[in-house]
């Protein structure tokens, strides 16, 4: 399916036919996917198309749905760890300036003179505070599901390397292929 045909001779002539056949249909910006599975054309906007699909979801359908089930769930949590935790973040670091600016009439002197670079600092580290606390979040996700993942790549026959080797470039796996990269109990007990 995502086989490279580059060395295909044919190949460079079927591209140019398809320029040819799509050039005065697109507008200037458009980006559109256009393939050919089972005999049925399909084109899609380019934003819609998730990256090249795995090889995996053909070889091992089972292994690429608890994959894609636990990269979903880290990217759910990443929306609400972020952006859910970055305003309140924001607000309680902003707040603490201001209490301690407060408490003393020499630090509100002070304060003043550099309120803005103050409420910037302080929205920098709160961003960032939040963006760890995320972080947690992701791994605490993927921690859950990793003895499930263990077992099924186990059972797939592919060691670890290989399913990552695999799973590379396919968008919606992105979250959980990056974990799998970075978790050592993983790399241990899979023997990569």
């Known amino acids: 399916m995502c086989d490279n045909k580059a060395s295909d001779p044919g190949f460079e ?39 090249r699909p795995s090889p995996l979801r053909e070889s091992n359908p089972d292994l690429y749905g608890r994959l894609a089930r636990v990269s979903t769930q880290i990217d759910e949590v990443f929306g609400c760890g972020a952006l859910g935790i970055a305003p309140a973040v924001l607000f309680v670091s902003l707040l603490v300036v201001d209490v301690i600016c407060a408490g003393s ?6 304060s003043k003179s550099i309120g803005a670079i103050a409420y910037i600092g302080t929205f920098f580290i709160g961003f960032w505070i939040s963006m760890a606390i995320s972080q947690w979040f992701e791994r605490r996700t993927f921690r859950r599901s990793r003895d499930e993942l263990i077992r099924a790549i186990r059972s797939s026959g592919l060691s670890l390397n290989e399913v990552i080797a695999q799973t590379e470039g396919d968008n919606r796996l992105d979250e959980v292929t990056k974990e799998l990269k970075r978790d050592r109990l993983v790399a241990v007990e899979l023997g990569a």
């Open 13 to 51: 002539q079927r591209r140019q036919q398809v320029r040819d056949a799509v050039e005065p249909i697109l507008e200037e910006g458009d980006t559109m996917l256009v393939g050919m599975d089972e005999g049925d054309v399909y084109a899609d906007e380019a934003d819609e198309w998730e990256g």
């Open 105 to 110: 009439e020499e630090l509100a002197t002070y």
